[in-house]
């Protein structure tokens, strides 16, 4: 097991603790965590579960869908600022001989 599947295990682990600790089923906290995909939206959400202890199954899967959401979100910015730069890059550069051709310039 490498060093981040690991780190993802022991994670998936405290959240379903917390989420068995507020009195919900294990089957939640571990879907909760293939949900969130990552150990630090699961640190999201284990500080959520300290923090506000919901009452309901409702409240917990609102906050999973929007820290995923806010993932989302996140690399969507991230993929459009690099489409960006790389536009303004061609703008500025203008294209490459071999793109000029229509090669494909990693081939």
Do not use: C
Request: aromatic share 8%; hydrophobic share 35%.
């Amino acid at each position: 097991m490498t060093k981040e599947q690991r780190l993802w295990s022991r994670t998936r682990d405290d959240l379903v603790h917390a989420m068995k600790d507020l009195g919900f089923s294990e089957e939640l906290g571990e879907m909760a965590a293939k949900h969130l995909g990552s150990p630090k939206a699961m640190e999201r959400m284990i500080s959520y579960l300290h923090y506000e202890k919901p009452k309901s199954e409702e409240l917990v899967v609102d906050e999973m869908l929007a820290i995923r959401s806010e993932i989302d979100a996140w690399r969507e910015k991230k993929a459009a600022e690099e489409a960006n730069a790389r536009y303004n890059e061609m703008q500025y550069y203008g294209l490459t001989e071999n793109e000029d051709q229509g090669g494909n310039e990693y081939a």
